[in-house]
């Protein structure tokens, strides 16, 4: 995709070879053409960069400052098609989470009060169960998806295969005993570690596929994996202080 931009400061062809430079130094500008006249900046990049990413990649601390071209209205447009496609990305697990977290509110609400331990307890039991299945649908290619970012899974192939069932026991624990210690502490210590993995690739922007819901569907590897593992981890240890 291909945006302009106009940048203030620039006054002279080394100031047009200086701000060239910078912007062609970030990985995802694939060419910049900067012009004095008008003071332009013609950006192709493999994905929509905003402002703030442009002037990072130029400077914070120098006096040149770029701007969106008023003309370009594709910015906009971009804008627009990156928050649907957002949406449209994570829609099953957007859905998936609110079908278990309305089941697990309407069976924690009890003559018009909602018991919040009741609720986590029957949430976290949906949620293993559910995202265990997924694994379980194509059990080889979650652990190769699983493979190229678990800190575990990298080192130890069966780990992948294994962790689906662990998910599972977790899940059938919760409808068990869900008041046990042992069960919310392994929680805790299970998804705080996968969650090590996941922070990893996203620091790193990883462009590799989660394995949250197994191989059934395309999801990025994103803040919203380490949510979610993180979700899981902060509500074991509130059933488990019983806070």
Known sequence: MTHSYTVSGITCEGCVAKVKSKLLMHPDVTAADVRLEGQKAIVTMN?????DELQDAIG????????EDEADTSHRQTDR???????????????IGSFIAGVSLITATHQGTIHGMMFMNHFMAGFFLVFSFFKLLNLKGFAESYAMYDLLA?????YGYVYPFIELALGVGYIVRPDSFGLNLATAIVMGFSSLGVIESVLNKKKIRCACLGNVFNLPMSTVTIIEDLLMVTMSVLVMTGL
């Not at 994905?47 to 402002?51: A, G």
């Not at 098609?81 to 859905?95: D, I, V």
């Open 60 to 67: 914070r601390d120098t006096k040149y400052s770029i701007h």
């Open 154 to 158: 990298k080192k130890i192939s069966l």
């Open 81 to 95: 098609e990156a928050t649907r496609s957002w949406f449209a990305t994570y829609k099953p697990l957007l859905l």
């Open 47 to 51: 994905r929509h960069l905003t402002v």
